[in-house]
C-alpha cells in the first residue's frame, strides 16, 4: 500500500520526523517497507532507520513551478516549439519537442497560462533517454539548438523522478502559483506499507491515518460524505436484486447525469499515480480516489448503456442482478480478455447479461467511454472467500479484489459511493441525484467485548487504567463503556470498518493485540517469570523422530518441510488417472486459495511435488520429509494427525567427479538399502520386504514392508502412468511411504549390543539355486536362522539366471561371515554349519548348492 504524506495529512496532523514516523508505523503493525522522496531531500544516513530509502530532491531555487503565456513555432525545426515562459523571475524562451504543447502552437496569448515544471538553467535532472538501468543524472547546460540558444527545460515526470513518462511536459492546474519551488507545491513522501491480511482495514489512507492518529495522539479527520443531491431520485431509475446474501451481503447505487469526461486534476493524477494506480478521466479517476481513499472499491457503469439494454428486452428500468455464473457463461472483462466463468463466481449482471466480475473487475459491455455522461456507480460488500477463488481461477488480480479478497466491510459501501459521487461530481461536473438504491439482507454482527485492566495485566504485563484502556480502543474508533463498578470492566464495541475482532477469549485476545501494539511492544516491560520452570521431561516419539532425521540426513538425503495444506486434486496425481479412490478431506472454511482448500492425506504427494518443482536445476535428488497427514474421523469434528515419513530419489547415485568414474541411476535397490539402513539403524525387530501391488508404484518393482505381521509402509519405482500426471526427470524415480506412528511405537528402549570379537573371522560365499518364485529374504532368514549367533555376517552379492542354472530358476550368492566369541572356528566346525544350511535349504526350499 503506497501511501503519501500529502494525502495523509488531510485526515490527520503529523509533527514527527518521517523516519521516526516510518518506525513508530512499523512497531504498530504496519511495515514500512520503503520511503521514496518525491522531490524531497534524502535523509542522511544517520538519520535512516530500518526503512528502505529512495528518490530524487528537486532544488528549490533550480526547479519551480513556470507559466508559458504563448507557444511559438521554431523557425527551422516543425518538431520544436519555443515557449515564452515566467519563472516568477523574469521572461524565458525555452525550447521544447514536447508533443503535448504543439496544440497550443500559434494560438497567441494563452489565457490562462500553462503551468509547467521549470528547471532553470544549471538545476539538476534525471536523464530520462539514458539507456543504464541504474538512474543517471545531467545537468541542464547553456548550449544552441538548431540556432536557438537553450539553458533551460520544462520537464517530464520522468526527468523528475515521479515516474517513466517522458511523452509530454507536465502540465500543472492552472492555480499552480508561479515561481514557487516545485517541491513545495507537488512535492511528497510516498511511504510503501506492507499490509498484512490482519491489516486488511488500512489497506486505504484514512485505514493508515487512523492508524498513525493513534500510535501518535492527534486527531483523526474524517471526509466529507455530503454532497449537494439536486436530481430527481434515483429511486425507480435502476432495481437491484440479491439472490444469495451470503456472497453478496449488500449492494448500492447511486447515480450521477451529464458529467462530462475530461482529465482529472493533476494533483489526483499525481497522486493516483504516486499510488501505483494509472489515471484514466475524471470519472474513472474518482472510483480509483475514493477506493485508496476509503477502502471500498467501486466500479462505475454507463447508465445509458444499461437502459438500453433494458430497453431492448422489454423492461423500463435496468434491473442490476447479482448471481452465480452458470455453466459456460462467457464474460469479457475490462482487459479485453473474453473469460469463460466457473459456476461458483458471482456476477453482476441485468436483465440482459454479466456486466461484471463482483468484486475484482468489470466488464467491457458497460465501460465508461468517451461518450459517457450518466454514471451508475457501484459500492458493494462481497463474500471474500469466493472473491479468491474467484481471482485464482482467472487469473485476474486487481485492486478491488486484493481488499474484498481480505475482507470489506459492508458499511463502507454507501460510504464509498457518496464520495465517489462528490468526486465525480468537483472534477466532471453533472447533478447527483438523490438518494442510494441500497439492498442490505445481510449485516454482520460487529461484537462488543469486555475486558479489564486485570487482563491487560496478566497477558501484557502492563498496568493500565480502565480509562487509558478505553482511550487506546477509542483512538482505534472503537465504542467504550466503562461502567461505574469494582473492578472496573471496559466494554468495547467493534467498529463498523472491521471484520477482524472475534468474540469471547478470541475477541480479548484481538484487543489486547490492539492495546500492545498501540501502546508500544518496545514499551512493554520485560519481567521474570513467576512459576518455578516445570522439570524437564523427554519426548520419545520426537527423540526417534530426530534420530531418524539424523540417520537420513548422514545417508545422503535432504530434509523438506512441504505446506500442510493442499487440494483433493493435487493429490489426485500420486494415481493413474481415473484411479483414484474417493477420499474424505478436512476442508478449511476459509482457504487462501483453491489450490490451500483441504488438509493433506498422504506425504508422498508433498515430496513427488517437491521433486517436480526441483529436478530441472539439479540433477540428482534425495529427499524426505517427516510430518502428519489429516485423516477426517467420522463423528469427530477434527481429524486424526498420524505421523508419515515420505522418500524420494531420482538421477546418479553419486555426482561426477574428478577420477571421471561413471556411476548408474539409482535404482529400486538402492532405495531399499537406504531403508534396510535407516530401519535398522532404529534396532527395530523383525523387518521383512514383500513384493507388494501399490496403484501408485510400477508392478514388479514395489514392495510392501512388514515388522512383524503389521506392514507399516511400502516403496517402489513410481508407475508409468503416474509419471505422466507430474513433469518429471527421465530417470527412475524411487518412492517410499511409511507410517512413522507404527514405527516410533515398535523402536525399544533398550536393545542387545555385544563387544567387538576378538577372535578370527572365517569367510565364505555359498550360491544356492533356487526356484524363481522364492525371494531371496526368506532364503537369507533360513540360512541366519541355521547359522546362528556364530553367523554374524550375511550379504546377498551377486543373482544370477540363465541356462547353467536351468529355466524358472536363479542363483543367489551369499557372502557369510563366521565368528565365535570364546575361540577360533575350525574347517571342520564351518563344515558342520555348512552341511545344516545346504541340508535345510534342500528340504525347506527345494533349492541345492550350485556345482
Known sequence: MKTPLTWLKEYVDIDIPIEDLARRMTLAGLEVEEIRYVGYPLPDAAQRREAKVSGFAWGPDEIVVGAIHEVMPHPD????????????????????????????????????????AYA??????????????????????????????????????????????????????????????????????????????????????????????AITGAELRCPDLTIPQEGASIQGKVEVEITDPALNPRFCLGLIENAVIQPSPYKVRLRLNLCGVRAINALVDATNYAMLELGEPLHAFDYDILQKRAQNDGAEVPTIITRSAKAGEKLVTLDGEERTLDDFTILVTDQTGPLALAGVMGGADSEINDETANVLLEGAAWNMIN?????????????????????????????????????????????????????????????????????????????LSAEEIAGILESLEFECETPPQSPPRIAAKTPAHRLDIGTGVVGKADLMEEIARVYGYDRVPETRMADALPPQRGNHDLDIEEKLRDMLASLGLQEVINHRLTSPENEARRFPAGEAPEEAYSELVNPISPERSVLRRSLLSSVLNTVESNYRIQDRIAIFEIGPVFLPHEGEELPVEASRLALAITGPRTLPDWGGAVAGEMDFYDLKGLLETALGGLHLGKVRYVGGKNPTFHPGKCADVYLGEGKIGSFGELHPLVRENYDLPG??????????????????????VSPIPNQPPVFEDLAIVIDEDIPSEKVAALIRQTGGKILTDLRLFDVYRGDQVGEGKKSLAYSLVYVHPERTLTDKDVLKIRKSIIYRVERELGGKLRD
Open 731 to 752: 530417470t527412475p524415480l524411487l518412492a517410499a511411504e511409511f507410517n512413522l506412528s507404527a514405527i516410533i511405537t515398535a523402536v525399544p528402549a533398550l536393545f542387545d
Open 120 to 213: 532553470r538553467e544549471g538545476a539538476t535532472v534525471i536523464d530520462a533517454y539514458s539507456e543504464s538501468a541504474e538512474m543517471e543524472y545531467t545537468s541542464i547546460q547553456r548550449k544552441k539548438i538548431r540556432g536557438v540558444d537553450s539553458y533551460s527545460m520544462a520537464c517530464s515526470e520522468k526527468e523528475l523522478g515521479i515516474s517513466d513518462e517522458h511523452e509530454g511536459i507536465i502540465l500543472l492546474d492552472a492555480d499552480a502559483p508561479t515561481g514557487v519551488p516545485l517541491v513545495d507545491y507537488i512535492g511528497d513522501i510516498v511511504f510503501d506499507i506492507a499490509i498484512t491480511p490482519n491489516f486488511a482495514r488500512d489497506a486505504n489512507i484514512i485505514g493508515v491515518a487512523r492508524e498513525v492518529a
Open 387 to 463: 472473491t479468491r477463488r474467484t481471482v485464482m481461477a482467472q487469473s485476474l488480480p486487481s485492486e478491488a479484489a486484493y481488499r474484498f479478497s481480505r475482507g470489506v466491510h459492508p458499511a463502507l459501501a454507501p460510504q464509498g459511493v457518496m464520495r465517489g459521487l462528490r468526486l465525480m461530481q468537483e472534477w466532471a461536473g453533472g447533478t447527483v441525484a438523490q438518494g442510494l438504491v441500497d439492498e442490505y439482507p445481510n449485516p454482520p454482527h460487529d461484537p462488543t467485548v469486555e475486558i479489564t485492566p486485570q487482563n491487560v495485566r496478566r497477558w501484557l504485563g502492563i498496568d
Open 77 to 116: 525545426a516543425d518538431r520544436l516549439v519555443l515557449c515564452k515562459l515566467d519563472d516568477g523571475e523574469k521572461m524565458h524562451t525555452v525550447l521544447t519537442g514536447a508533443p503535448n504543447l504543439f496544440p497550443y502552437k500559434g494560438a497567441g496569448e494563452l489565457d490562462p497560462p500553462l503551468k509547467v
